[in-house]
Structures are given as structure tokens and as C-alpha cells.
């Protein structure tokens, strides 16, 4: 007789931080997917019973990062005791322009996208991604501000200027808080409308973003 089921593991998100990252670029998809819940309802956030996500922040080494703004910000893991990660977010910020020359982190986004079920970018993560050879072959978008220097390193004819989340196989999305939107993205896609509207109601989110079919394309 076959032994007891042991319970599914939840989808890893690892979301990479480095100093000068934009907060709200890593802290709103952490909200998001931290929060979202397969059952309904105020209580079901008091454990993580009905959560289909793990999320934690990883950087290069255990160091403390400074985020902008001064906030800091202790990693859960490093790029060297980092587990599996099933999806990768790469966040923006003025720290992205350093690690565009940093074979190390590129590497590192090269070789977890590859393993990874979805490799997703907020804001000018983009431009790591296009650097480190993810994007190839693919639509995407950045900050309306960094566009023209996602198109030198990218195809600019596959830089989408008017989306605010590029779903092209990686997903990208546009400035900031876009990254909410992005999130609730792949909510939806993985867990169902029901529940991404249900997170929305719950984080009081304007449902309007979350929606495939608005804003992703």
C-alpha cells in the first residue's frame, strides 16, 4: 500500500535585491504573491495553509542591501545557498546601471531563468534581463525613461513602448508599480482570475489592472 501523499510544494519566487534597488519595484510583487491565498478570506492570511507561494529576496551575498530611499533590507538567501527558484524577478532601480558590467549577477540571471518555470522584470530589471541574454528573440518594456537604453541593448523593434506588462514568454512590465500589475499577471495565469481578483479585493488594489487582457499583451 502506497504511503501517505506528502503536500505539494508551493512555487518558489525569488526576488533579487542589490543596493540602489527601487523598493516598491521588489516589495510590491513580495506583497502580492505573498499575500495571494487559494481560499478566500481574512483568516486564510493568518497561515501560509492555502498559499501557493514562497517568496524571498535573494542577493549576491548575505549583506545587508540599501534600497533607495535608505531602506535596508536583509536577503533571505545568497546566490550561493539560494534553493530551486520556480519564478525569478528581477526589480529595477538605479543599482541596475552598476550590475549591467557584473558578470557575476548576469550569469546568475542567465543560469535561474534557464531552470526557472517564468523569469519575470519590474521597471529597468529589464535591462539585466536583456544584458544577460534572456530576452533574446522577445518583446519587452522598462521604465519609459530607460526605453531608448533598453532599446541600445536590446532589439528596438521588440521594445514595446505603450504596455504596461509584456507577457512574451518572460514578462516584463513598465516603471514602478507596474510591478503590482505584473504580479497579479501571473497570479491570474497560474492561479485563476478568481483568486488574483480575490488578492486585489483583499490588498484593496484597484481590480482594474488585474486582467491577461488589459495591459498585457
Same mark, same amino acid.
Given at each position: 500500500?502506497? @504511503? ?6 508551493? *512555487? ?7 543596493? !540602489?534597488?527601487?523598493? #516598491? ?7 502580492? /504573491? ?13 497561515? !501560509?495553509? &492555502?498559499?501557493? /507561494? ?26 550561493? =545557498? ?18 549591467? =558590467? =557584473? ?6 540571471? &542567465? ?7 517564468? *523569469?519575470?522584470?519590474?521597471? *529597468? ?7 544577460? @541574454?534572456? #530576452?533574446? @528573440? ?9 526605453? !531608448?537604453?533598453? &532599446? ?14 509584456? !507577457?512574451? @514568454? ?10 503590482? =500589475?505584473?504580479? /497579479? ?14 488578492? &486585489? ?17
Amino acid at each position: 500500500m502506497a @504511503g501517505p501523499t506528502s503536500p505539494a510544494r508551493r *512555487t518558489r519566487v525569488g526576488i533579487l535585491i542589490f543596493d !540602489d534597488v527601487e523598493v #516598491l519595484d521588489f516589495a510590491g510583487p513580495f506583497e502580492v /504573491f505573498s499575500r495571494t491565498r487559494t481560499v478566500p478570506g481574512a483568516e486564510s492570511r493568518r497561515d !501560509d495553509a &492555502a498559499a501557493p /507561494f514562497e517568496v524571498f529576496t535573494v542577493a549576491r551575498t548575505p549583506a545587508p542591501v540599501t534600497a533607495t530611499g535608505g531602506l535596508v533590507v536583509t536577503p533571505r538567501h545568497s546566490f550561493a =545557498d539560494a534553493p530551486p527558484i520556480d519564478i525569478v524577478v528581477v526589480p529595477g532601480g538605479f543599482g541596475t546601471r552598476p550590475l549591467l =558590467d =557584473d558578470r557575476e549577477t548576469l550569469d546568475w540571471i &542567465a543560469a535561474r531563468s534557464r531552470e526557472a518555470q517564468l *523569469t519575470t522584470s519590474v521597471c *529597468t530589471g529589464a535591462l539585466l534581463l536583456a544584458k544577460s @541574454g534572456v #530576452l533574446a @528573440g522577445r518583446r519587452a518594456t522598462t521604465h519609459y525613461l530607460a526605453l !531608448d537604453l533598453l &532599446a541600445s541593448l536590446h532589439d528596438p523593434a521588440r521594445v514595446e513602448r505603450e504596455q504596461r506588462v509584456v !507577457d512574451d @514568454g518572460v514578462i516584463t512590465s513598465a516603471g514602478v508599480a507596474a510591478g503590482i =500589475d505584473m504580479a /497579479f499577471h501571473v497570479v491570474e495565469r497560474l492561479c485563476g482570475r478568481a483568486v488574483a481578483e480575490e488578492t &486585489a479585493r483583499y490588498i484593496e488594489y484597484p481590480l482594474a489592472f488585474v486582467t491577461s487582457g488589459r495591459g498585457a499583451s
